[in-house]
């Protein structure tokens, strides 16, 4: 199984934050939004969806924190349309 960390605004996978195997990255811009600016899936781990439980861990803290979700990657925005599940955190 692999282990999902907590970043300063990110959620990755592997050693450091710094050289990730998997990453969705974010910026934090106030207290009600949160942005998704980048999801990176190293090939050793693509096919095991690493890049949803990713994006599920930043859902998570959206829904904790009562913020909304800006995505600006395309990965998050493919996901975010082909769902409803995601409605309630999504910046409209």
């Known amino acids: ?3 999902i960390k907590k970043g300063s605004n990110s959620f990755y996978v592997g050693d450091k934050e710094e050289d990730p195997l998997a990453v969705i990255s974010f910026l934090n811009t106030g207290t009600d939004t949160i942005i ?8 050793e781990l693509r096919g095991q969806n690493i890049g949803r439980r990713l994006l599920q861990k930043v859902v998570d803290l959206a829904r904790e924190e009562n913020r909304k ?13 082909k769902t409803t599940d995601y409605e309630d955190v999504l910046y409209k």
Not at 36 to 43: A, E, N, Q
């Open 1 to 3: 199984m692999v282990d």
């Open 36 to 43: 998704i600016d980048r999801t990176f899936v190293s090939d």
């Open 69 to 81: 979700i800006i995505s600006r990657c395309s990965f998050a925005e493919a996901i975010f349309s």
